[in-house]
Structures are given as structure tokens and as C-alpha cells.
């Protein structure tokens, strides 16, 4: 007998079941959220006797959710977009995470574990805290797993967590299934279990889009039914169209250029929820020794997946986000065509992919930073997002590294170092347009860099810089607001750089020279601004 959580999934996302018996149930009070039933497998299921989810958890609703792994629409940061500022850095808090959840699993004090997630004060962390929640239940009993299915609603009630980071959460286990395999046989099974309606978590269409050898893992562990029937239907459905993908992409990036025959075929194949895998298809067809064919190659690719995103039918942001994502996880394991002997010039071409999408706007840069950050592929997979994002500056540099308030301010300073060590206005130009700076940044930026040639006793190498750069990166209201910054900070740098009155002093008096500053802002009470 199939367990009654997989079988639910397989029915209802093979052949679309609607029953009342799969309908979400109403809301848990407290009293029922304690109070969960558990039932248990049969003794034909590879582990016998232990329990699997038979009840309605308080999903969080019946609504379609965003299956996007960044609901992002902009292709790179602007500077209006506000820097996160987390409390703690990224593996402080996952250790915090982890040591909380070991308590949450014991306590089951659901409203407790909000107030310490709250308290953590770090948001845009909480895609990684849905990993690590779940990949910590699943060796666990069904109670815990409960447990946390029950956290992560009331989380999303509580406004602690968003669609991108449950989806981004998941797609890191997806990403990784074979290696939790090692530790938890039935993690395929646990997986599926989580796109239940009665879990509510996510979108129940995604258990179609789950990697074939997952799905072929989880078809071996299921007994004869209709849902091990549905399931391999539904695998020999993706076999057929993955290979009808060839022809179609031969024909796009083959002598002909003909991209004509893809979106035929995709529109007489109807099967949307696949489209993820034309993104991989196209992608590993640019593989090859011959760097000067790859450049060639990566070009139709790019040029094909711009014009099938584009049109009715064809590719969404899902498919894309999905199917790149999909890309780093075959350069971790050994299931697609990066095997595990994959050459480092393979992996300089996963790279140049990513950074061609991103340039055509086919991913946005938020898509990079979040599968650097949760790791996706593994370390191969950061290596190869690491280079991406380098090799994009103009859309990644304001998020490259964490992408948080600490970072960015780590940027600046090696920026205004790097200048004084060059003395490239131009380099540095260049690298201001690419942090994407607002009005109150600018500032901050000529305040520093002001600050650090006084401190080198390099003060007009930095007043050429902001004369140089002025109109291009920065007007003169923003220089002004600047130097009055610079008067602000006066009594914090008093300690380390004694001389910083006097020296601001003379800084203040050559800029109006420069006419960057005007006679008015020259004020003689110990010559402040004000």
C-alpha cells in the first residue's frame, strides 16, 4: 500500500484530481495543531512501520503560489533598492538556526521558535532557514516534520517568509536529493510529500518539474497502484519530450539557425510544466572543446531563449530561473552531460552562460546571488557563480559577495583603496555606475573617500577625483551633502586622526577653489560648513 502522503501528490499533480478528500482542511487552532495524528507505512514500504503525514496541517491556502526562485523583475539592483542588514553574517546564523531547531524539535513551541526566529533579525536569510528545517526533520520522526511543516505556515501568516525563499529552500534539497539520499533513503518520497495540498507550502504543479532520476527513484520505491502507474506515465510523458527537444534544438543551433522548429514543437507538445528542460537542453547542447564554436554556439543559445521567453506560450520566468538552476545542479553530480569529470573548460562554460543570460536579461543578478549564497551545485556551483557575478559587474557588484549593508560597505572601501593605489579616474568611474549608488550613497562614497585622503595625506588625489567625476557619477548638491558629512564624523575620527580639523579645514578651502564647493559654504567660524 502506497504511503497516503505520495500518493495524494501523484495523483493530484499527474491527472489533476480535484476530490474533496484532497481538499485543503479548515484552520488548525492551537489545540489541533498539537494534537496531530500520525499514521504508518505498511510493511511492504522500504521502511516499515515508521510514520508518514496522514493529516491536513494548516496549509496556508488553496491559492496558486509564486514558483519563482527570485520574483524579481529588474535584471540588476537599483539605487533605490535598500541593502539587507542582517544582524548576524550567514554562517552565524545558520549555526543559531540549528541550535534552535534542535530545541524546536523536541518543544514543538511553534510560537516561541517565531519569537527566536524574529529576533534573529535576519530575513533575508530565511531561504536557507527553510533548508535547514527540513533537511534536519527528515531523519527525524513524522512528529517533527509535522512540526516544522506547521513553523513554516505560521511563518508565512507572520510574514517571516515569502514565496522565493520557500521555493529557493526547497530547490536547494531538490538540487541536492541524491547526496540526502545517503543519509535519508526515502528523501525522495519526503520531498514529494512536501507539494501535498495538505502541506500548502508550494505550488503542487512543481512535483511535475522535479529532476527525472528523483522521480525514477521515488517510482522504484512505490508498490503497484494507480499513482506508481500515473507516475510512470507521467516519466515516460518527459523521456518522449526530452527527446523530441534534439531535433529542435539541432535545428536552432545547427547550420540553419532555424529557431522555427523549437516553438513548433513546444506548442504542438503542450506540456508547459517541461519547458525548465529546454533551458537545460539548449544549454548543454554549446558544450565542446572548441572555444571559438562554444562563443558561436552560446550566442543562438541565448539568442533562442530570448526569443522563446518572449513569446506566447513559450518560456517563464519560472522555466528559465528553473532551468539554470537545474544547470548547476548537473555540474555537482553526475546525472546529466557535465559528469563528475567535468573539465575545468566545461565549467568556464557553465559560466559564460550564466553571465550571457544575465547580460540579456534573461536572469536577473538577484538569481545569482541567491544560488551563491544556498550554495547551489555545490562548490563547484559557487566557483562557477562566483565567476558569473565577477564577470557581470554592472548588474552584480552591488550584490556580489552576501549582497548585505556589510558587504557593500566592504566594497566601497576596497573601491576608493584601489583608486588611491591606481590613481584611474576612470576605473573608479566605473565602478561607482556599477554600485548603482542613490543620492544618500553618493555621499557617503565622497565622504569616505575624502576621509582616506586626508588619512594618506593624499587629500587632492581624492578632490581630483570628485572634480573629475563630477556630472558623471555625482553633482555638485550630492559633493556638498558630502563634505557636510565629512564635518558630521568629525568627532569620531578625532581620536585615530587628530589633525582631521585642520585638515578638513584645508580640504574645505581648496574644493571652493575647485568650484566645488562655493565662497557661501565658507563660513569664518573655524571655516565650517554649514
Known sequence: MVEACEAVVLERSLRGSTSAALAPSPQLDDSAIEDIEVGSRSSGSEHAGAPVLTRHISPRSATHHDSRLVACSVPSPA???????????????????????KEYYVSRDCRGMLASIAALKCPSYHDELVAELI??????GVGEREAVIVLLNEMFREQLLTDGQMARGYEKLVLSWQDLQL???DAPGQLAELLSSKVGLLDEDLFARLPERLLQQLSKNLQEGSAKAGLERHLKELVHFKAG?????????????????MAEYLAEANQAHFHHEVVVAVCQACFTSDEVHFREQQRLALALLQELSGAEGGLTEVDLQMGFSRLLGTVQHSGGRLTAELSRNQRDQVTSLLRGAVETELLPAEFLKSARRLRFGGAEGVEVVRSAQRQTPLYSRRVWGAGDMKHFRQEVAESIIEYFDSKSETELGRIVEELHLSEEEQAMFIRKLLVTGMERKQADVALTAVEKLLGRCWSLQEVRRGFEELRGVQEDLVLDFPQVRECTTELVREAVKRSLLEQQDLVCDNASIV
Do not use: T
Open 183 to 185: 543519509d535519508v533513503p
Open 245 to 261: 527537444l534534439e531535433p529542435a534544438v539541432s535545428a536552432a543551433l545547427g547550420k540553419s539557425h532555424n529557431f522555427s522548429p
Open 135 to 140: 533537511r534536519g526533520a527528515m531523519d527525524r
Open 79 to 101: 539605487c533605490g533598492d535598500k541593502f539587507e542588514a542582517p544582524l548576524y553574517d550567514f554562517s552565524e546564523f545558520r549555526q543559531k538556526i540549528r541550535e534552535l531547531a
